[in-house]
Each structure stands twice: as C-alpha cells, then as structure tokens.
C-alpha cells in the first residue's frame, strides 16, 4: 500500500455475527461447540444440553466459567434446576481468563482463522472456523492416545 492509502477488507455482509460457545474436556483438550446468532443464556444454555448428550455416562458434568453475565441470569438459574444433579458449575474469580484453558484456543481461532479473513460471506467463515475446530479436535483425540498408557 501507497503512504496514506488504506487497505480494502472484505467483511461477512451487513455487521452479521456469529458467536460459540465452547467447552474443552481437560483430559482429551476436545472442544465441543455450539453457535448462535446471539450471546444469550440461550446460547449457554444450548451449551449444557450438548454437555449432557456428549457426556451422557457421566454422573457429574464439572463446567469451569468465567463470570459473563449469561452464565448466572435468571434464565440460566431457573433452566439449571432441570440440570442440577448432573452439571456443576466452577466460577473463575472475576478478570482471571489465564485459568480457563479454553480461552487460549479462543485466541488461537482468532489469531489463525477469523481476525483478517478475506470471506465475503458469513456461512464461508464458519465452514472455516468449524474446520479449524476440527482439525484441532483431530490433534487432540491422537496426541490423547499416543500419550495414553496401553
């Protein structure tokens, strides 16, 4: 670029969003997902059922969080009665991201897939974002093995 000449950057339609909400067993570093057109309690919400169909053999389902404001609202409190004896929810002490493992691979989505994309259109991003996870899922499972005494 010419001094004083911008660069033009595609953008996904009209300021379209997408959001996840994402989980990662600590054991396996598996992420399990779930997208949404908002950041709701919905969007959590939509979040614990997958954790209790993915997780469907487990007795407690320990989910470690930050203190965003969907994950304690009066609609995520009354739905939790319905996953009470199954999820238990950990609370981050307030600006302490560094202790949730997730928000690295967060970060490493972004850095690597959706911060100066050049996909003209939202549905395009998300194929590469869903792939990206996958890809990252795939890792996960063989470095689990490999590390995985016989």
């Known amino acids: 670029m010419g001094r004083g000449q911008q660069k033009e950057a595609l953008t996904p339609g009209q300021n379209e969003k997408r ?15 779930v997208e949404a057109d908002k950041k709701d309690s919905w969007l959590f919400l939509e ?6 169909q993915v997780y469907a053999q487990a007795t407690v389902i320990h989910v470690i969080l930050d203190n965003y404001k ?14 009470a004896a199954r999820v238990k929810l950990h609370f ?3 600006y302490s991201p560094d202790e949730n493992v997730i928000e690295r691979t967060w970060q ?14 939202m549905q395009a991003l998300m194929q590469e ?3 990206y996870l996958r890809k990252r899922n795939r890792k996960s499972l ?9």
């Open 70 to 83: 969907i994950h304690s609202s009066q609609i995520a409190q009354l739905a939790l009665a319905g996953f």
């Open 108 to 121: 490493h989505l972004h850095a690597n897939v959706t911060r100066n994309h050049t996909c003209a259109r």
């Open 47 to 52: 979040m614990l059922h997958k954790l209790t």
């Open 129 to 131: 974002v869903r792939y």
């Open 19 to 33: 959001y996840l909400a994402g989980a990662q067993d600590v054991r396996t570093g598996v992420i399990h997902w």
């Open 92 to 94: 981050l002490p307030p």
């Open 142 to 150: 063989q470095a689990s093995v490999i590390s995985t005494p016989a």
